[in-house]
């Protein structure tokens, strides 16, 4: 046995207390994070189904959106609670493998979900006298279960043994192993993100010449078209659907951007903060987008005030809103 002096050891003892301190706060960020993404998306989820307004196809997709962001505060968030403590996956394989699962689908489905909103967007624009007609009820609510299920059905062959479940021990998080399965994770990563990718880049591309061109003269034929046009150019819907594209983005890339200088480097970045800091950044935009729905979206603002005000009783009964 090497005997140490009492120097190295009240040393080593201060190292220990350091690294037991630095756990714990993460543990309570993340139960932090945890906290104002559940409260924040079931705020946005009861202000949009108390909101006296009639729905129109924008809150179908926000609906997907939160439900994702919720599921993720729920069913994701709390179990990375306790290991960043001890540092270790203590709720077993099938839990860690599920737990990837989840986190892919929700990706996927907020990937896709933000393609379906640039291509409302495009639609409202690009025939605005038949907007009404073609973004029904009906069909935004299809395509919102058509693509759960999709995202559902391309994320699970990992869930079905193929793949193991993997704790990424720097984020805190169980992660699906899919380094086996080259072949299925460059499928699945086209197939969600070319496709949305083109679609949103192709789509505000649109709305933004439009808007330039909306500014020079037109003749008399275009008149009723121009207006309708007009109309639907100056909703602020669309600059709230780009921000939130936009935020997602800038959210996610650092993160995705450092695992992929690790793969092809072939050099782990060993900084443990760094790993941290990028996950739970990419995390936070559950909770950004809430906070975009109010400070862009007058008709969220207002029925979120008549939610909070109904909550604190201030009114017996809320006026109907005026679109």
């Not at 869930?159 to 021990?169: D, H, M, N, T, V």
Request: hydrophobic share 50%.
């Amino acid at each position: 046995m090497i005997l140490r002096s009492e120097d190295d050891a009240i040393e080593l003892s201060n190292e220990a207390s350091v690294v037991t301190a630095g756990r714990i706060i993460e543990a309570v960020v993340i139960l932090l994070i945890c906290v104002l993404v559940i409260g924040s998306n079931v705020m946005a989820l009861a202000t949009i189904l108390t909101s006296p307004a009639q729905k129109e196809a924008m809150d179908y997709y926000i609906l997907s959106l939160i439900t994702a962001d919720l599921l993720c505060g729920v069913l994701i968030i709390p179990l990375s609670v306790y290991p960043a403590i001890v540092r270790e996956w203590i709720y077993g394989d099938l839990l860690c493998r599920i737990t990837g699962f989840v986190e892919l689908t929700l990706w996927s489905v907020t990937t896709y979900t933000f393609m379906w909103i640039a291509v409302d967007r495009y639609l409202a624009i690009r025939k605005p006298l038949r907007y009404d007609t073609i973004q029904t009820k009906t069909r935004c609510q299809c395509w919102m279960v058509f693509t759960w299920l999709t995202s559902i059905f391309l994320c699970c062959p990992p869930l079905l043994g193929f793949s193991k479940g993997l704790f990424y021990r720097d984020g805190l998080v169980c992660l699906l192993g899919l380094s086996n399965m080259l072949p299925y994770s460059t499928t699945l990563a086209v197939l969600v993100l070319v496709p949305s990718i083109s679609t949103i880049v192709y789509s505000y591309f649109y709305i933004f010449s439009t808007m330039h061109k909306l500014r020079q003269s037109m003749s008399e034929e275009e008149k009723e078209y121009a207006t309708a046009m007009s109309e639907n150019l100056s909703n602020p819907d669309h600059m709230m659907a780009l921000i939130l594209i936009l935020v997602f983005a800038v959210s996610w890339i650092p993160w995705f951007s450092l695992r992929i200088y690790e793969q092809v480097a072939a050099e782990p970045v060993t900084s443990h903060y760094l790993h941290f800091c990028l996950l739970w950044l990419g995390v936070l935009n559950s909770i950004w987008k809430s906070i975009i729905y109010a400070l862009m979206s007058p008709k969220f603002l207002y029925s979120l005030k008549l939610l909070c005000a109904s909550l604190c009783c201030r009114w017996k009964a809320r006026p109907q809103l005026i679109v």
